[in-house]
């Protein structure tokens, strides 16, 4: 794929060290695998709000998945079906929300940001309900956009690549043909809250940054939670203050995270308060952490250390680039089958039998 396409993908924000962490926190626990364990019945299937899944994933809420190829967003939601886990679909992608329902199968969950007037959120929320949509996830530390140097080296002022970044994309004629060959992609769930005047691709994602309202606080979330009666998750959380004030508004999950290391920079990592976190909210609410998720060893360090479930986007989108709705359900695949893997070389026979007590931190392994 072109250069400023792969650094959209894989790029942090300011230094990266947020992104470095999310990477480096999971390197730092270590397993004392039992041996002389049954090993011949291993499980990696969850239970992800009451109803089964493959294993305790959902594909994390990814803007702008049309620049990797046409429909992106239906080939995430098939690979999600076929392997049988959620996919969050982002406010900001570029299928329509009543396509991506129509996906057999599918666990469909929508993600919202809050932009503009009242209007707009409110029948996002109205349109993700009549869709069928499972839940809702509420996005909360995006409403400034984190120092992303990568896109200003790669674009004009107006947004538009640059000229180096042109001449770059022309020498990837398979990404022209999949991805643009119809032309740019649009934001289709949101794109007639555009002023008619700014509709165009580069315009018309500058208009909806600028409507993101700074002010957004929890009384935004209670009246979120008061007009959507399903599950409602909060995303974005790195601060345990917060954890507990989301458990107060009422939220039936929180999600851990910091966006794949694209918003604060020199930030923890979710991995690094989980284990607190999971003290604090105990079984009240559902649990998820986000970034960094790389193997299927950081699913079960994941799952040890207290979370329910965890989010991948990085992982998904490769596989999506790669081969389409094939290469989402394979990339899927690949982490299950490291699970199960691992799961024999720790000599656990499920998910229910981690606990933190199988793993270490390298700064207090036993001499």
């Known amino acids: 794929m072109p250069r ?7 790029g942090g924000a300011g230094q990266e060290a947020t992104l470095d962490r999310e990477r480096k926190a999971f390197a730092e626990w270590r397993a004392m695998p039992f041996t002389l364990s049954d090993e011949a019945c291993r499980d990696v299937s969850a239970k992800m709000l009451g109803r089964d899944a493959s294993l305790p994933l959902a594909i994390a809420p990814t803007g702008l998945n049309g620049i990797f190829m046409r429909n992106a967003d239906v080939a995430l939601a098939q690979g999600a079906a076929e392997a049988g886990v959620p996919f969050i679909q982002s406010t900001m992608s570029n299928d329509r929300m009543e396509d991506v329902a129509a996906v057999p199968g599918l666990r469909h969950w929508w993600q919202l940001y809050v932009f503009g007037g009242e209007e707009i959120w409110q029948e996002l929320v109205d349109r993700a309900d009549r869709a069928g949509c ?9 409403q400034i956009f984190g120092q992303r140097e990568w896109d200003e080296r790669n674009r004009t002022a107006s947004g538009f690549p640059n000229l180096p970044g042109l001449i770059d994309a022309a020498r990837h004629p398979r990404w022209l043909v999949t991805t643009l060959s119809r032309g ?3 934001f289709s769930n ?3 809250f555009v002023p008619k005047d700014e509709r165009s691709f580069f315009d018309s994602a500058n208009w909806i940054r600028e409507q993101m309202p ?12 008061e007009r959507w009666c399903k599950p409602l998750f909060l995303k974005g959380v790195l601060n345990l203050e917060d954890v507990s004030r989301a458990i107060e508004h009422g939220v039936d999950g929180v999600i851990l995270g910091g966006h794949g290391g694209r918003q604060a920079d020199w930030a923890v990592s979710a991995l690094d308060i989980l284990p607190r976190a ?11 952490i986000s970034g960094g998720i790389r193997r299927g060893s950081d699913i079960l360090k994941a799952r040890a250390l207290g979370a329910d479930a965890v ?3 990085r992982a998904t989108l490769y596989g999506l680039y790669a081969f389409g709705a094939a290469g989402v359900s394979r990339a899927i695949e690949l982490l299950r089958s490291e699970m199960m893997n691992e799961l024999g070389q720790y000599g656990v026979p499920n998910l229910d039998a981690l606990s933190p007590d199988l793993f270490v931190r390298e700064d207090r392994l036993p001499l």
């Not at 700074?214 to 939670?225: C, F, N, T, V």
């Open 4 to 10: 400023f396409v792969l650094e959209y993908l894989e």
């Open 134 to 142: 499972e839940a809702l996830v509420v996005t909360s530390n995006a």
């Open 184 to 186: 740019l992609p649009e």
């Open 190 to 192: 949101v794109i007639d």
């Open 214 to 225: 700074k002010s957004l606080g929890w009384d935004d979330l209670a009246r979120i939670r």
């Open 278 to 288: 999971r003290e604090l909210s105990g079984d009240r609410i559902a649990l998820y």
């Open 311 to 313: 989010l991948t986007g």
